[in-house]
C-alpha cells in the first residue's frame, strides 16, 4: 500500500480575519523618551489592546514593539474589536497634549493563513499588514473581502480608496476604509484616478467658505450652549438622555414577539444602571407618543439626547438583533451591535447578552458626548462635562489613567461639592487609587476616600458608585464581610452588571465560600470571561482542592497577560505563585519550577515569608496549601 501523505502544519489552511495594527509615529516617540514611549505602548496593550481582543475572542500571535498582529474566526469580531479600539483611542486622545497620544493604523483582512505552533503565516497575514500601511493614523482600511462578509451585518459606512499595487502581492487589491464616527474617513493615500478635468475655481471657494461656515457654526453652537445650558442633572439636561423604541421583525413568530418584548423590558432598566447615563424615557411615555416617522423625529418628540431602535429576525435555532444607536441632533447611527443569542434560554441568560449590548453602546454615547466637548473651553464646562469627561475615556491600568481620572473627579466636585454622584465618583477615584497600589500617601488617600463616600451615602444610602468605592476600601484592609456586604448593595442597585459578580465571586471565596464563588462566576456566559472571572475560579477551585481545575482556570487567566506585565501587576504575578504551588501540589515539580522563574525577580515572591507578606494581615483561606506548594517547587523559606 502506497505511502499516505502527511499533513504538515503548513498544509492546514483555514480561513482568519487578521488584525494589523501599528503605532503612529513610534520612532519619533523612541527618539524623544525611549522608557516613556515603551511604557506607553505597554500600558496600551495591557489595558486596552488586550482586553478588547479577548472580549472579542481575538488572539495576539505577534508583537513587535509599536506592532501586533491579531487573529480571529469571525471578520465581524475583528471589525468590532478594531472598531472598539479606535474609538476608545479617540476618546482618550481628547484631552492629552499632542506629544502624549497614541495614534494606532490599523490593516483588517480575511483570508487564507496557516498555522505552527502559535504563530500565523500566509497571505491573508501579509495583505493585512499591507492594509495597515495604507490606512490613515487612526483609521481602518480593509479588503474587499471584509467588506463583503459585514456590509449587511454591520452598519458601518465604507469609503472605496480604488486599487492599490502593494509589495510582495501580484494582483492590485482594492481597499475601503470604514468611517468610525460617522465622517468620511480620509484616506492616507490616494484614491482611483477620477475623470481628467479640474473644478471650476468659484466653486472651490464657495465650497471652501460653506465648510468654514459651518464649522463656525457648529463651535458657536456648543460654547453658547456650555454657557446657557440647563443646570446639570436638572430635568432640562439632556445629555445622556435614552429612548429605546419598539423592536420589530419580519416574522410573525409569537417567540420573536416575546423576545422584542423583553427587551423593550430589559434595556431600560440595563441603561438606567449605568451611572453615566441621564434618564431613560420610561416605556409608557415612549408607548403614549407618535413613533411615525425618522427615529430623530421620534426622539425630538420625545425630546432626547439618544434613541435605540431594533429588528430580531431568527436564523435556525438563533435570533439576531441588530441594535443601534442614534444621536437626535445629527440623526446618524453612531453604531449598530449585533446581538446574537439561542431561541431558548434562560431570562437571566437574555438578560446577560443584552447587558453586554448595551455596555457597547453607552460607551458609544459616551464619546459622543464627549466629542461635542472638543470646542467648549474647559473653563465653561460643567460638573458634568467633567464626568462624561471621565467616562469617556473607556478603561486602562495604568498609574497615569487613574490619576487623571481622580484629576477629572476632582474638577467636578469643585463645581458641585454637594451632588451625590460627584462625591461618589471623587470617592471612588480615591478608592481605586489606594486598591490598585498607585496612592503617593495611602493614609491620606484612604481619609480623602472614606469622608467623600461617607457623605455621598448620608445624602443617598442607596447610591451604588459610593458602595462600590467602599467595597474597594475594604478590600484593601481585607476585610471580606464588609466588602461582601458592599458588594451585595451594589447589585441590588445594578444587577446586571457582570464586573460586580466577579468582585462579590472573589469576596466569597476569600470568606471561605467557595462554591458560592464559583457558582455566582458561572452566571455569567464563559466567552465572556476576563482575568478576573478565572482568577477567582482557579482560587476557589485551588482552596476545594480540585487541583485541575485550577491548574485550567489560572492558565486562562495567565492568558491575558504576557511576562513584561508581571512586574506591574500585581493580580497578574499572584496568579504564577498560585499556578506554581498548584503544579507542585500535582508532582510536577519541573513545571512549578519553571512558573517560579518568571516571578523570580520580584520582592514579594522571593521566599515563602516574602510570600505570606504580601498576602496581608489577614491571610486568605488556603495560604497554608499555598505555602506548602511554594516549598515543594524549591521556594526557599
Not at 76 to 91: E, K, N, T
Not at 146 to 156: D, G, P, S
Not at 329 to 358: C, F, M
Not at 529 to 547: E, H, I, Q, R, T
Amino acid at each position: 500500500m502506497p505511502d499516505q501523505p502527511v499533513d504538515t502544519p503548513n498544509d492546514k489552511r483555514q480561513l482568519a480575519a487578521i488584525v494589523a495594527a501599528d503605532v503612529v509615529g513610534y520612532s519619533k516617540m523612541m527618539e524623544a523618551d525611549e522608557r516613556e514611549a515603551l511604557k506607553r505602548v505597554r500600558d496600551f496593550r495591557s489595558g486596552l489592546m488586550q482586553p478588547k481582543v479577548a472580549e472579542h475572542h481575538g488572539r495576539i500571535f505577534k508583537t513587535m514593539g509599536d506592532g501586533f498582529l491579531v487573529e480571529f474566526s469571525s471578520v465581524v469580531d475583528a471589525v468590532h474589536c478594531a472598531v472598539d479600539i479606535q474609538r476608545a483611542l479617540a476618546a482618550r486622545n481628547l484631552d492629552l497634549p499632542d506629544s502624549q497620544r497614541l495614534i494606532l493604523r490599523v490593516g483588517i483582512n480575511l483570508g487564507d493563513v496557516f498555522h505552527e505552533g502559535d504563530d500565523v503565516f500566509g497571505d491573508g497575514v501579509n495583505l493585512a499588514a499591507r492594509l495597515e500601511a495604507l490606512a490613515p493614523p487612526g483609521g481602518i482600511c480593509v479588503s474587499r473581502s471584509v467588506r463583503e462578509q459585514i456590509r449587511e451585518k454591520l452598519n458601518f459606512e465604507f469609503v472605496d480608496l480604488g486599487e492599490h499595487q502593494v509589495k510582495n502581492i501580484s494582483r492590485p487589491i482594492q481597499v475601503f476604509s470604514i468611517n468610525i464616527d460617522g465622517q468620511p474617513t480620509k484616506a492616507a493615500v490616494a484614491p482611483r484616478k477620477q475623470a481628467a478635468g479640474r473644478r471650476p475655481r468659484k466653486m472651490m471657494i464657495a465650497a471652501g467658505l460653506a465648510i468654514l461656515l459651518s464649522l463656525a457654526g457648529f463651535a458657536t453652537f456648543y460654547s453658547m450652549s456650555a454657557i446657557q445650558r440647563p443646570v446639570a442633572w436638572s430635568t432640562e439636561d439632556r445629555r445622556m438622555s435614552f429612548a429605546v423604541l419598539p423592536f420589530t421583525t419580519a416574522d410573525i413568530s409569537p417567540k420573536l414577539k416575546e423576545i422584542n418584548d423583553n427587551l423593550l423590558e430589559d434595556l431600560p432598566q440595563i441603561l438606567a444602571e449605568n451611572a453615566s447615563v441621564g434618564w431613560v424615557l420610561p416605556k409608557a411615555q415612549i408607548l403614549g407618543t407618535d413613533l411615525s416617522g425618522s427615529p430623530q423625529q421620534i426622539g425630538k418628540r420625545l425630546n432626547v439626547a439618544f434613541v435605540i431602535q431594533g429588528k430580531t429576525t431568527q436564523e435556525g435555532d438563533n435570533c439576531i438583533t441588530q441594535v443601534s444607536l442614534i444621536e437626535v441632533s445629527s440623526g446618524k447611527i453612531l453604531g449598530t451591535e449585533k446581538l446574537q443569542r439561542p431561541l431558548q434560554i434562560s431570562r437571566t441568560t437574555a438578560e446577560d447578552y443584552a447587558a453586554n449590548v448595551t455596555r457597547s453602546l453607552v460607551a458609544t454615547a459616551l464619546k459622543a458626548e464627549a466629542q461635542h466637548l472638543v470646542v467648549v473651553p474647559e473653563g465653561q464646562w460643567d460638573a458634568r462635562d467633567w464626568l462624561i469627561s471621565k467616562w469617556a475615556r473607556g478603561e486602562n491600568s495604568s498609574k497615569e489613567f487613574y490619576k487623571d481620572s481622580l484629576r477629572r473627579a476632582n474638577k467636578a466636585l469643585a463645581l458641585a461639592p454637594s451632588v451625590p454622584l460627584v462625591l461618589a465618583e471623587a470617592g471612588a477615584a480615591h478608592a481605586f487609587m489606594l486598591a490598585m497600589g498607585f496612592s503617593d500617601d495611602p493614609t491620606v488617600e484612604r481619609r480623602e476616600a472614606q469622608e467623600l463616600l461617607r457623605k455621598a451615602l448620608n445624602a443617598d444610602s442607596t447610591n451604588a458608585k459610593a458602595w462600590m468605592g467602599m467595597s474597594f476600601l475594604y478590600d484593601t484592609e481585607n476585610d471580606w464581610e464588609n466588602a461582601a456586604m458592599a458588594d451585595e448593595k451594589v447589585l441590588a442597585q445594578w444587577p446586571h452588571n457582570a464586573s460586580l459578580w466577579q468582585n462579590l465571586a472573589g469576596d466569597y471565596a476569600n470568606l471561605g465560600r467557595e462554591k458560592e464563588a464559583i457558582a455566582l462566576t458561572n452566571r455569567k456566559r464563559s466567552e465572556t470571561f476576563n482575568f478576573y472571572d478565572y482568577n477567582n475560579l482557579g482560587f476557589a477551585y485551588f482552596v476545594l482542592g480540585d487541583l485541575p481545575a485550577a491548574e485550567s482556570n489560572f492558565r486562562k487567566a495567565r492568558g491575558f497577560y504576557l511576562q513584561d506585565d508581571l512586574k506591574n501587576n500585581q493580580n497578574a504575578a499572584q496568579v504564577e505563585i498560585y499556578l506554581a504551588s498548584t503544579l507542585a501540589r500535582m508532582g510536577r515539580i519541573d513545571d512549578a519550577k519553571a512558573t517560579l522563574q518568571r516571578v523570580a525577580t520580584l520582592p514579594d515572591y522571593v521566599s515563602v515569608q516574602t510570600v505570606k507578606k504580601s498576602l496581608g494581615k489577614r491571610l486568605p483561606p488556603g495560604t497554608d496549601a499555598l505555602l506548602d506548594g511554594l516549598r515543594k517547587a524549591g521556594l526557599p523559606n
